[in-house]
């Protein structure tokens, strides 16, 4: 009936996405054992990528055969089986630690804090990061943070168990998740091009955005499954290298190119996010205790939604700044006005910031490879010295 009345209606969709988010890998890594916990996330992150790819084409489809009302109305039958398939096949699972309980307190920081992050993101891709309102918003977001980080170890059943984040494998790890889905935004920049550059109707741009998903559904399994055999480290590397030459492929888009050399450009970037994300999600479980898997798994959610959070109106406001000084146009021109020649020389200096991103994510994994390395070697050491 108005458009208040489905905003909320969504907040009320992203609650439930969040529940089923924060304890997927929680499941997953609970039911496999450490052997099989890199193919079973890798097979997981593949269905979503499958997800993912076909999501765009079946909304087209929906909204041109029917209307839009069908894009939400197709969750209800698909919610209803997939919530018998998990009540009959997912094993019951006992807390392992009773005396949990919520966090009311910690809840309430953490959701005012998101709160003033997320609008003043908002704000400041609309008007600017300096405006008072964002900065004020942002300050709010920062007294927040620095409150819950004050008042939660003080706090007999914390929201957050600090204890994890003593694993400076894990820290880097969720770290590295951050950084590549800010980089990850950077593609949402890329309809853009297709449709205002290439000249490409939306079908058909909905049909070559499958393109990136659809690799990394394939890269996923398989990288989850090498690294159950070499160990997730050396695997996420080769994963961040890919997604690093992928950035500088789509840097060189041209204002006249066809389907073919963009999928060509586009392959690198979905196989190696493909290649990265399971042996990463695998490795930040790993290090979890078992009572503190659900944690474990909201903390990797909310990495990655923060990621979002940032990503978006970051990257949005560079692709805009670099367009929009390229053409020679003021501020708060509407970019889709800009001729293609900007468009290609935003979408060119966006991602090789995004590569710059992943490179320093990859600098990261390096270092935990390093760590990791010395810390078997003190391990063993110490088993011989006994």
Known sequence: PSISFLIASRAFQGLGATIMQALGMAIITEIFPSSERGRALGIMSGIVSVGIASGPPIGGLLIGLINWHAIFLVNVPVGILAGIVVWKFVPHSKPKDTRQHFDPLG???????LFCYALAMTLGQNTSFTAPATLILLSIAAVCFITFLLVEPRQKQPMIDFSLFRNILFSINLVMAFLVFVALS?????????????????????????????????????????????????????????????????????????????????????????????PNNSAIMGAAPRERLGIASGLLSLSRNLAQTSGLPLIGALFSSLVLMFAGLPAHTDTSRAPAAALVYGISGTFRICALIIFSATCLAVLALWLDHRIKIASLSKSDSI
């Open 186 to 278: 950077g593609l949402f920049i890329i309809p853009f091009y297709l449709e205002l550059v290439l000249g490409y109707p939306t079908e058909i741009v909905g049909l070559l955005m499958m393109v990136e998903p659809v690799m990394m559904g394939l890269a996923a399994p398989f990288a989850g499954t090498l690294s159950d055999k070499f160990g997730s480290r050396l695997i996420s590397i080769i994963g961040l290298l890919l997604i690093t030459l992928g950035c500088l492929m789509i840097s060189t888009f041209q204002e006249n190119m066809s389907a073919f050399d963009f999928a060509i450009r586009m392959i690198p970037f979905g196989i190696g996010l493909g290649t990265f994300q399971s």
């Open 107 to 113: 809840a309430v920081m953490v959701l005012f804090m």
